[in-house]
């Protein structure tokens, strides 16, 4: 009988090891041997999303975790060759059109669950002008950390626990900002809708008084002097959290 290539060897491998279920084994290729790769490939990659996504796993519950995977292995074609990317994979598997049908909450569970990692490797660009840690941030343009991240989400991700009753998961406008430390420590706290829209503001170059104005006068129903009194707290506790580094130094 003729030898497979070396090609179709490779893919008959692959889409057995992906979905033993469903695929022959490549021809002469004993089962037990067989075996050992189909068991390495699913409990490695099992193990590390359940090191990633652990809240998520102890959720689902081991069956339809397991379930969940096995349908990752099948029918996500990854785009990274990297092993560490594999949590990012997943995310956009559980976002895409080739997911079993899960619950509403779990993507961006997952999503939420896997922002420290990403925080953590994210490579923070040099300031393009120098920031004064001391400066005035009312009167100055801000310098908003570029490891500073608002996130909003349907459901209250944050809340979310690995044991808790059934059908607790309610939606509910939700928004965090997480950001990386001086120590490289991630920290995340609760946030709201004009939180987001002041730090973008900000982002955008704008002082913490040019940035209150216009929330005020975006929201002429408000009361103005509230927004800005309430607002000049917040850019402090910003500040002190250190999502916000300082103002960006004038004149050079």
Partial sequence: MKTPDF????RQFAVRVRNPAAHQAPEGVPPPRMQV??????????????????????????????????????????DSPYFRDIGEEFLAFLQGDAAPDVSDWLPELCHY????????????????RPIDPDGDLITQPAAVSPLAWPLSYRYPVHRIRAKS???????????????RRGDDSVGVMASNALTHRLLELLRD???????????????PSAN???????????VKRLREAGVLLGTKAQGV
Avoid at 113 to 128: F, H, I, Y
Avoid at 165 to 179: E, N, R, Y
């Fill in 37 to 78: 790769y189909e068991d390495l490939i699913r409990n490695n990659v099992e193990r590390f999303l359940a090191g990633a996504f652990p809240i998520a796993k102890k959720r689902l519950g081991d069956a339809p975790w397991n379930a969940l995977v096995y349908a990752f292995l099948d029918r996500h074609g990854c």
């Fill in 113 to 128: 669950e896997r922002v420290p990692t990403l925080l953590r490797r994210a490579e923070a660009p040099s300031p393009a």
């Fill in 7 to 10: 090609l179709r060897l490779q």
């Fill in 205 to 219: 170059g704008n002082s913490g008084q040019q940035a209150l104005d216009q929330l005020a006068k975006a929201f």
């Fill in 165 to 179: 009753p059934s059908g607790d998961v309610a939606p509910k406008p939700t928004w965090l900002i997480a950001w």
């Fill in 224 to 234: 103005g002097a509230r927004i800005h009194r309430e607002g000049a707290a917040v």
